[in-house]
């Protein structure tokens, strides 16, 4: 079976090389505007099977076919917080998180021609109280520019941020490993 990742998402195809998982990147073209009224969960959700029907749908024609999409949204309270849109937006969102606990969601979906599987995984991370120097030269680095929420868990200065975790690590990173593994072994796509 060949799985396509439907991701341009260099930390997603990072989680799966070192799980030794095979695959190709054929990334998605998909509208990632929330609909009006979208709960955060249906959106994420919504989006991370929009990805994988996109690429599908390129693929389809090819036997043992398989696309893993995925979607990971950073949640406050009601607010869903995306990449930054500068580095004004990025200081913004990270005092924002500060001495605060927010959600991580991933939504994934897996198709063949067989079957859909989907699932989602719910992260709790809980950020220090950040000074304003900190956030200002964690932003001045450049790495959470392309971040939803604004920081990386995984980044030497990202890490320092996180006071503590519950939940999966790797879906904080973009893509909850232990999840997706169980899903494609159930389709028999297995790691190397």
């Not at 999966?168 to 790691?191: F, K, M």
């Amino acid at each position: 079976m060949t799985l396509y990742l439907a991701s341009a998402s260099p930390r997603r195809r990072e989680i799966l090389k070192a799980a030794g998982v095979p695959f190709i990147v054929l990334p998605a073209c998909a509208d990632e505007t929330p609909l009006p009224g979208e709960a955060h969960r249906a959106c994420v959700a919504r989006l991370a099977r929009a990805k994988a029907e996109a690429v599908w749908a390129q693929v389809l024609e090819e036997p043992g076919a398989a696309v893993l999409a995925a979607d990971t949204a950073v949640i406050l309270g009601e607010v869903m917080l995306g990449k930054p849109l500068d580095p004004t937006d990025a200081e913004r969102m990270l005092a924002a998180i500060s001495g605060k606990t927010h959600t991580v969601v991933t939504s994934f979906c897996v198709i063949t021609s067989a079957t859909v599987l989907e699932g989602s995984v719910t992260t709790a991370v809980t950020v220090r109280s950040l000074k304003r120097g900190e956030i200002e030269a964690y932003v001045a680095t450049g790495d959470p520019l392309d971040k939803a929420g604004a920081y990386a868990i995984q980044g030497p200065m990202g890490a320092v941020l996180v006071e503590s975790l519950e939940g999966s690590y790797s879906n904080v990173i973009g893509l909850p490993l232990r999840e997706v593994l169980e899903a494609l072994r159930e389709l028999g796509v297995h790691a190397s």
